[in-house]
């Protein structure tokens, strides 16, 4: 099952990047993870990247939450289309 681009807002609304998503020098080498786990925010973007769902991810990871995966989709959304360049 996949995330409806729309309810992506919803979902961050609730957390912000600040909640979800941090980075500390003696964590895993300093890699972004989701707060309060020791997952990295790669392990997100690798497991959707080799066909794995959220649904699965979440059971899998169930230390991360829903909205601080979105949160994380919805950050590296922001930051590709922050790149995007005048037609």
């Not at 990047?17 to 003696?26: F, K, N, S, T, V």
């Not at 786990?37 to 497991?47: A, G, I, Q």
């Not at 950050?75 to 995007?84: I, N, T, V």
């Amino acid at each position: 099952t996949r995330l409806p681009t729309t309810g992506l807002a919803s979902y961050t609304a609730r957390v912000n990047l600040d909640q979800a998503i941090h980075c500390q020098a003696g964590l895993l080498g300093g890699r972004p993870v989701f707060v309060d786990t020791r997952v990295p925010v790669e392990s997100l973007f690798l497991y959707l990247k080799s066909g794995g769902t959220l649904e699965q991810f979440l059971v899998d990871f169930p230390g991360v939450t829903r909205e601080q995966a979105a949160a994380a989709l919805d950050a590296a959304s922001q930051a590709l289309s922050s790149r995007a360049t005048a037609a």
